[in-house]
């Protein structure tokens, strides 16, 4: 039933399209969904989430799991992040990759909704140490189209493996494109 709502919602009344399939049987993976330009991003990738109605996680500092809000950000497939006793962002969430049986993190390797020339590492270092692949989700709004890439396991040497990552994301347009990251 919510899954039909949520594609009444995408495809009926925003009226996006979806190209590529999510692959159920991959269980943990790096979701790098790219350009993020604004906060309605959340609510795509959410509305896209129950249509594939399959689970896709992200993770937030430990603090904002607490009462009221602990409730809602796990059941939208939130999980803390303890980043206590040194841990650094990477080595915490791959932390979290070894204690889940299913792990599925979307994230945006900007770490912003600002303009940004060069992405972020982590999310290369998180699939490397986790030794899950990275699966590229463009969100273009120029064409109100959501697109799904193949799984790449990444080989340790990122200059390399971006070459052949970044051209997913070409000419994809964010809801504020002059914010977005230029692949």
């Known amino acids: 039933m919510k899954q039909r709502l949520y594609k009444f919602i995408f495809f009926r009344l925003l ?3 979806l190209f590529g399939t999510f692959d159920e049987s991959i269980k943990k993976c790096v979701v790098i ?8 991003d959340f609510f795509i990738a959410l509305l896209v989430r129950g249509i594939w109605n ?16 602990g409730y809602y950000f796990r059941s939208v497939g939130g999980a803390p992040l ?9 080595d915490a969430t ?3 990759f070894n204690k889940q049986e299913t792990f599925r993190l979307a ?4 770490g912003t909704r600002k303009k940004v020339t060069e992405l ?17 989700v463009a969100l273009d709004y120029g064409k109100k189209e959501v697109r799904v890439g193949n799984p790449f396991q ?3 040497n990122y200059d390399d493996d971006m070459k052949l990552i970044l051209p997913f994301f070409k000419d994809v347009k964010g809801k504020n494109p002059e914010r977005g990251f230029e692949a």
């Open 154 to 156: 990444v080989t340790g």
């Open 82 to 90: 303890d980043r206590s006793g040194g841990k650094n962002n990477v």
């Open 94 to 96: 791959v932390e979290v």
């Open 107 to 110: 994230l945006s390797p900007e």
């Open 54 to 69: 399959i689970e896709i996680n992200f993770v937030g500092k430990k603090e904002l799991f607490v009462f009221p809000f």
């Open 33 to 40: 969904v790219i350009p993020h330009t604004a906060n309605v």
């Open 15 to 17: 009226g996006w399209k």
């Open 120 to 136: 972020r590492t982590g999310f290369y270092y998180i699939a490397l140490k986790a030794n899950v692949p990275i699966i590229p």
